[in-house]
């Protein structure tokens, strides 16, 4: 038996061994991501649910090129202070936001991630009229330091002039 043929299955075993390790790493990197952003997707939903301002603060990156598209406002906000801004201002007309996305897509290409989906929800204004909505959304998120944060989100009606629906009273 000559020296390379003995070495030979310990080669291969080391070589199976190293692509193995490699593309496994390659399947399960993708899959932690994007674990990842659906928990930053859904601790957004939460935050606004709940309308808590520092919750949404903890979520978006805080830099001026990041921006926020609502139905039913005339423009769009761009950096992070008109951003907040008019989360703040959405709080303050409403009692009550209450939302939920249901099934959604998530995409993430290296630091880069995007959720599309339908959100579903509920708002009362403070004059007392309940109304509810449906509308499609994305959202891009980046990866800063280990973390996936909102940089750009972009929600468009599916129904209606605003995307607001008024709910009828029932009895009692």
Same mark, same amino acid.
């Given at each position: 038996?000559?020296?390379? +043929?003995?070495?030979?299955?310990?080669?291969?075993?080391? %070589? %199976? =061994? /190293?692509?193995?390790?490699? #593309?496994? $790493?390659?399947?399960?990197?993708?899959?932690?991501?994007?674990?990842?952003?659906? @928990?930053?997707?859904?601790?957004?939903? *939460?935050? %606004?649910? *709940?309308?808590?301002? @520092?919750?949404?603060? +903890?979520?978006?990156?805080?830099?001026?090129?990041? $921006?926020?598209?609502?139905?039913?406002? /005339? @423009?769009?906000?761009?950096?992070?202070?008109?951003?907040?801004?008019?989360?703040?201002? !959405?709080?303050?007309? =409403?009692?009550?936001?209450?939302? +939920?996305?249901?099934?959604? &897509?998530?995409?993430?290409?290296?630091?880069?991630?995007? #959720?599309?989906?339908?959100?579903?929800?509920?708002?009362?204004?403070?004059?007392?009229?309940? &109304?509810?909505?449906? $509308?499609?959304? *994305? *959202?891009?998120? #980046?990866?800063?330091?280990?973390?996936? %944060?909102?940089?750009?989100?972009? #929600?468009?009606?599916?129904?209606? !002039?605003?995307?607001?629906?008024?709910?009828?009273?029932?009895?009692?």
């Amino acid at each position: 038996m000559n020296w390379l +043929s003995a070495r030979t299955p310990i080669a291969a075993g080391l %070589l %199976l =061994s /190293a692509i193995a390790f490699f #593309v496994g $790493n390659c399947f399960a990197h993708p899959t932690a991501d994007v674990d990842a952003v659906r @928990a930053a997707n859904r601790a957004f939903e *939460t935050a %606004l649910s *709940t309308r808590d301002i @520092a919750a949404i603060e +903890s979520l978006w990156l805080h830099e001026g090129s990041v $921006n926020n598209v609502e139905p039913s406002h /005339a @423009a769009f906000d761009v950096g992070w202070d008109a951003t907040k801004k008019t989360f703040e201002a !959405d709080f303050a007309s =409403s009692l009550v936001i209450a939302s +939920s996305m249901g099934d959604c &897509q998530i995409h993430v290409n290296g630091r880069v991630a995007w #959720v599309n989906g339908v959100e579903n929800g509920l708002r009362m204004t403070r004059s007392g009229e309940k &109304q509810l909505f449906t $509308n499609f959304i *994305t *959202t891009i998120f #980046v990866n800063r330091d280990g973390r996936w %944060l909102i940089v750009s989100r972009h #929600v468009s009606e599916t129904s209606g !002039d605003d995307g607001l629906a008024p709910v009828e009273a029932g009895p009692g």
